[in-house]
């Protein structure tokens, strides 16, 4: 009797033990989300407090008066992310209907899986892309073109015009779509193929064409899970680096060009970073920038999981 | 039985003139039947546009980091421009980052993966805030992880180094292995537990010994993505382990990475910089793919 109560103490031991390491490792986790906020939020803390509210409104990032607002970047950030929405959402939409309903199996799994690759390309590699290619494609065609023809149009004059460099706002706005459209694509996919069959096929019982049923029985039964996806690419988008850096321009000002030299959150903070002495309140604007950077990110998740929620 | 039974009667189109017997569409028929052609065309054209993009970038890849691609790139050291430097200082801090990285990002997610799927099913307050934090983790910029350890590594010990790169590197992975170990040991089935316990073994040893081993696969093929995911970044080494000229293994003192070689040089005005630049690019890309390809050919069998 004596022998098989031992082990099995020594095993009831043990397992404490293991659940101890694992919930040691969960609250790594925790601790790991948490100190990111808090230094970001510690270490941005003396901007917060300098500037006071015209750290938001204020464009001008003036190193030689030691002077920072984040209006710029932050405009930049979100325009682009907004540009790079409205262009992959239709295509990522078009290319998960084009997988899950048109082509046949075995080609949509070949391309399926070429997309997902696309997905795992490094994003510097899309900055030098869209660097090699975009920005003369841009600077050569577009710009010129649309100077030319829409220039004194009223309302859209101010939108295009710009020196024809090729980097700006539209053109990361481009480079971002692809970068986050293979990630849409790939949850669409999923979303669309958890649709019951049998709601597809009375749609074609019923004598709907393919669009019809896709618009009318496939769209609004996977809406929520749709827009979870749009959100949480919006978030990749918002906090892209390496990629924007490259096509942005890098010029810290406020203005309605699209096609003019912008920055972005992420890119000013990964271009000011290596000129900014520790403890300079450069520095800590670029840790405030951050903290703004995490909020945002922060936002889409949330945001991302209440819409899909919802369906459940 | 007396109702007509073409298609025109239930699709709204009406039969045109006198010749019965053959279906004619209407307007509206013609209408949604081309509404259809275009949808189909457009989502085709969409579909074509993504694959033509990752074309594209293989294509640049290859044209411009092919000419670079030698022996002497990879067994030379980075130089100044004109001296024939190559990346393998920059080749050896990488695999150096990313292996450390992953040495200590996948213990700790796998972890944190089997206390999420073994005790933190329905109920568990805990687990869930868990699930969530490793979601916001796993959609952070990476540039804000790289300001984090900047913060929590390079300022207090007063300077950058690979040992920091490798812990930025390992938060990045940590969430996604997290996720991953947890939706594949969701998958294996109760009755494989219940058939543990009732053998008598204990809890750790059914978890280890049999979810962890049947789940074996599926928790491999995270952590190769994970490392996948790791090998390209760049934004998370800028603040931390900041990119060295020399060759150093040395964890305690600034290292060279790929990403990082080809972020200097790209923007270089040095022709051969440039080209290393491409070269690096070229050869960070295809290991990524290699990898995603290789788990996808795996899991498929």
């Known amino acids: 009797m004596t022998p098989v109560l031992r082990s099995s103490h020594r095993k009831a031991g043990f397992d404490t033990v293991f659940h101890g390491l694992l919930l040691i490792c969960s609250l790594l986790v925790l601790a790991m989300l948490g100190g990111l906020i808090l230094l970001m939020a510690t270490g941005g803390w003396q901007a917060f407090a300098r500037f006071g509210l015209s750290f938001f409104t204020k464009a001008s990032w003036n190193p030689v008066r030691d002077v920072y607002g984040v209006l710029a970047p932050l405009l930049g950030t979100l325009v682009s992310t907004l540009i790079a929405m409205l262009i992959a959402v239709p295509m990522a939409f078009g290319t998960a209907f084009w997988l899950t309903y048109i082509a046949s199996g075995r080609f949509s799994s070949i391309v399926g899986t070429t997309i997902q690759l696309l997905a795992a390309v490094p994003s510097i590699i899309f900055g030098m892309w869209g660097f090699q290619t975009i920005v003369p494609f841009i600077a050569r065609d577009v710009q010129p073109f649309l100077n030319h023809h829409f220039r004194h149009v009223p309302g859209l004059g101010p939108i295009v015009s710009g020196p024809p460099v090729g980097t700006g706002l539209v053109t990361s706005g481009i480079v971002l779509a692809v970068m986050v459209a293979p990630f849409i694509t790939a949850v669409m996919v999923d979303v669309f193929g958890a649709v019951p069959p049998m709601l597809r096929e009375s749609a074609y019982g019923l004598g709907a064409t393919r669009w019809e049923m896709m618009r009318k029985i496939v769209v609004p039964w996977s809406r929520n899970g749709m827009i979870g996806a749009i959100v949480l690419g919006m978030g990749r988008a918002l906090g892209e680096t390496m990629a924007v850096t490259f096509i942005i321009g890098n010029v810290t000002t406020v203005g309605w060009s699209l096609f003019a030299p912008r920055s972005t959150v992420a890119s000013l903070i990964a271009l000011q970073f290596p000129e900014s002495p520790e403890g300079s309140i450069r520095l800590s604007s670029l840790m405030a920038l951050g903290f703004i950077l995490m909020l945002l990110s922060c936002v889409s998740l949330v945001l991302a999981r209440c819409l899909r929620g919802k369906r459940q | ?301």
């Open chain 2, 1 to 301: 039985m007396t109702a007509s039974v073409t298609p025109a009667s239930s699709s709204g189109a009406g039969r045109t003139g006198s010749d019965s017997g053959r279906w004619r569409p209407g307007r509206k028929a013609m209408r949604r039947q081309m509404l259809d052609y275009v949808a189909t065309g457009v989502s085709i054209a969409a579909g074509s546009v993504l694959l033509l993009v990752l074309v594209s970038i293989l294509w640049t890849l290859l044209s411009r980091g092919l000419a670079g691609l030698s022996w002497a790139t990879v067994t030379h050291r980075m130089g100044p421009p004109g001296s024939g430097g190559g990346l393998a200082n920059a080749i050896v801090g990488s695999l150096l980052q990313t292996g450390l990285a992953l040495l200590m990002a996948a213990p700790v997610g796998l972890m944190c993966g089997i206390y999420l799927s073994e005790y933190g099913r329905k109920g568990n307050h805990f687990a869930s805030v868990v699930r969530f934090v490793a979601d916001m983790l796993m959609s952070a910029p990476s540039i804000l992880i790289g300001l984090f350890i900047y913060q929590l590594l390079v300022v207090p010990f007063g300077h950058f180094s690979g040992f920091s790169g490798a812990v930025a590197l390992a938060v990045l992975a940590l969430p996604l292995i997290v996720r991953t170990t947890e939706d594949m040991l969701c998958l294996v089935p109760t009755a494989m537990r219940e058939a543990g316990a009732a053998l008598g073994a204990a809890r750790w040893r059914v978890i280890l010994f049999l979810c962890l081993r049947s789940a074996r696969k599926g928790v491999t093929t995270g952590i190769l993505l994970a490392l996948a995911r790791m090998g390209g970044e760049t934004a998370p080494l800028l603040f931390t382990s900041l990119g060295n000229q020399t060759m150093s293994t040395d964890m305690t003192r600034p290292m060279a990475s790929l990403p990082i070689a080809i972020y200097q040089y790209a923007g270089a005005s040095y022709e051969d910089w440039v080209q290393l630049a491409w070269t690096g690019a070229l050869l960070v890309t295809f290991g990524v793919l290699l990898i995603n390809i290789t788990v996808r050919l795996s899991s498929r069998h």
